[in-house]
């Protein structure tokens, strides 16, 4: 039996004592399973800020602005314009093939709406000036993901541009011993990880059979998830297969990761867990991987552009506007541009959908119907994301393999 099948299997318990655990109903065990699922959650954000910031620091100093970082940089954008495109466009088809129909008024007025009130009274544009920092410890202390990468942009370019010395040695190498501190730290938590998969699992069937996500408004839902799960297993699979790479063996290199992601809603939380297994299981290089993953984390949302994009048309649609051919496109569009400039957090694509809808003053309440089901839809778009993430990673990898020397 391989390492690779025994850790298959290992996971695959982890997600059954887990399922048992939430199914009991035990106090104490829901307790114990809510207290390591959370301590976990944390970890993964305590982790993830650092490593985003070393790992696109540390790329950009040692290779800059030379014709290196302009190719990985060019193939990152390139693979992420095609799969969030293609995304996007699927789940366009499936909205006009399953129809949703329109919700009555009394459906939807009243609904969640003290919260959904508050959401929406910030705009789309107030998430893009927040990136902006206004002091150095801003990004770190708010974890806001594209503010991280903005700093880590700017400092990586600056070293790579000073002139050689005794100075730009002495901050290279702190920050690549940083670097090496956080990925020993994500190292060992990757060793424990299949307990807090128990918790989460636990956790989870807890919360579904107490009612939490079992509602849902039908034809909606499935247009959101089967345009998700086509673009998982049969989009991006078709990437992977034009670049040469086995799908199925992608797959399960990145299991760890996709689980993980299901759990914590957050692609920003899963990306320790994610560089993990594309690096030691997929087996990129880390120049593509510690540089792409963490700007991907920001910029690669296939499954949050599906859910703009449907969603969107849905409330639109239960306002009156009439959605033809041209308004459809222009919705892909803008759900592109949206989905890339999301955050990687748990209901950043609900946030983003709410700002643009209110924006447009349609009826918001419809936003409050999808609410209680958006739990099990953020699982799904996250684990999608990250999988795309480690998709593009892969294939630059595949095409830039020149450059790993």
Not at 26 to 51: E, H, M, N, Q, Y
Not at 164 to 170: D, H, V
Not at 326 to 353: D, K
Not at 363 to 368: E, K, N, S
């Amino acid at each position: 039996m391989t390492k690779q099948v025994k850790q298959v299997i290992f996971w695959v318990g982890a997600l059954i004592i887990g399922a048992v655990l939430g199914s009991l109903h035990v106090g104490i065990i829901d307790s114990v399973c809510d207290f390591v699922a959370t301590v976990f959650t944390r970890l993964f954000k305590f982790t993830a800020v650092p490593a985003i910031a070393v790992s696109v620091l540390s790329t950009l100093a040692m290779l800059g602005g030379n014709k290196e970082t302009g190719k990985i940089f060019k193939r990152t954008i390139m693979y992420t314009l095609l799969t969030t495109i293609a995304a996007s466009t699927i789940a366009a088809i499936l909205f006009f093939i399953i129809k949703p129909e329109v919700l009555s008024a009394a459906t939807y007025e009243g609904v969640a709406a003290d919260k959904i009130e508050s959401m929406s009274s910030s705009t789309f544009l107030s998430y893009f000036i927040t990136a902006i920092p206004d002091n150095i410890l801003y990004p770190f202390v708010s974890g806001n993901v594209l503010s991280i990468l903005i700093v880590s942009f700017a400092f990586g370019f600056a070293i790579s541009k000073m002139e050689e010395s005794e100075k730009k040695t002495a901050i290279m190498n702190i920050v690549l011993g940083f670097q090496e501190l956080v990925f020993k730290i994500i190292g060992w938590i990757i060793t424990i990880l299949p307990i807090g998969i128990i918790a989460f699992t636990a956790q989870l069937v807890k919360e579904m059979s107490a009612g939490i996500v079992a509602d849902s408004i039908g034809r909606y839902t499935a247009v959101v998830l089967s345009g998700n799960l086509i673009q998982f297993f049969i989009v991006l699979s078709i990437f992977l297969l034009i670049r040469g790479i086995n799908p199925v063996k992608h797959f399960k290199n990145m299991i760890p990761a996709i689980l993980t992601a299901l759990f914590t809603k957050s692609s920003a939380a899963t990306l320790p867990v994610t560089m993990d297994c594309v690096e030691n299981r997929v087996g990129c290089h880390k120049k593509f991987s510690r540089f792409i993953l963490p700007m991907c984390t920001t910029i690669n949302m296939n499954g949050c552009a599906a859910f703009i994009l449907v969603t969107s048309l849905f409330v639109m649609k239960n306002g009156g506007v009439e959605l033809n051919l041209i308004t459809v496109i222009a919705w892909i569009l803008i759900s592109v541009i949206s989905a890339v400039g999301n955050a990687g957090v748990p209901m950043g694509c609900f946030f983003l959908t709410l700002s643009l809808m209110a924006g447009k003053g349609m009826p918001i309440g419809v936003m409050g119907v999808i609410l209680p089901i958006y739990a099990v839809i953020d699982m799904i778009e996250t684990a999608v994301n990250i999988y795309s993430d480690s998709c593009v990673c892969a294939m630059t990898n595949k095409d830039l393999k020149d450059l790993e020397d």
